[in-house]
């Protein structure tokens, strides 16, 4: 997993609450379990038409958004069934950050494991960036600081994040490496409980 340290661009504004994770990537393109290859199949069921043709409409088809990396979206993100794939999907399209007003609590923490940065922000911040024409923002995860420049105008505000989950994102630290930051200790726990007696067997 990537530090995660500043990301800049901008802004795909989905405005849509209730975002669930069976319309963030749909179950039938549930076949794998290595982290890539779900990007192209991310909204399939509002991107693409009951022939596989992108919709115009949708805002992932839109040329101006092709490589942004963040993601903004209403209430609720992310909720639904607890499927990884769903972070999966947005990582794979290129977004690094989703912003909300509130999130669903397992997608929450899936996007803290897999280095996405979910930012909740107040309401009618986000209903502003949704319904502003054009929206960049400078994500900087140090300071906890985003600047958005929307419609010609700079804003700065601060945004919350709990301490360990911080330290996850900057330091790239996926589950596997938390623990083999641990490894002489959990060598050394295994080695001494080979000699241990079990209990009942001597």
């Known amino acids: 997993m990537k530090p995660f340290k500043t990301v800049s661009g901008i802004v795909t504004p989905l405005n849509r609450t209730n975002v669930d994770t069976d319309q963030i990537i749909p179950k039938q393109f549930l076949k794998s379990t290595e982290r890539t290859g779900f990007g192209k199949n991310l909204f399939y069921g509002w991107r693409y038409d009951s022939k596989g043709t992108p919709i115009i409409e949708f805002v992932l088809n839109n040329p101006k958004y092709a490589n942004s990396p963040i993601l903004v ?74 600047i958005i420049n929307s419609d010609g105008a700079n804003i700065k505000i601060s945004f919350e994040i709990d301490t360990y989950a911080k330290n996850i994102l900057l330091q790239g630290l996926d589950e596997i490496s938390i623990t083999m930051k641990n490894e002489k200790e959990i060598s050394l726990y295994e080695n001494s409980s080979k000699i241990r007696p079990i209990e009942g067997l001597t």
């Open 73 to 146: 979206a209403g209430e609720n993100f992310g909720c639904g069934s607890s499927r990884e794939h769903a972070v999966w999907a947005i990582l794979d399209h290129g977004f690094l950050v989703v912003i909300a007003p509130s999130f669903a609590d397992i997608f929450f923490n899936n996007c803290i494991k897999n280095g996405i940065l979910p930012v909740k922000l107040d309401t009618d911040l986000v209903s502003n960036i949704l319904e502003a024409k054009s929206t960049m923002i400078d994500v900087d995860l140090k300071s906890q600081t985003l």
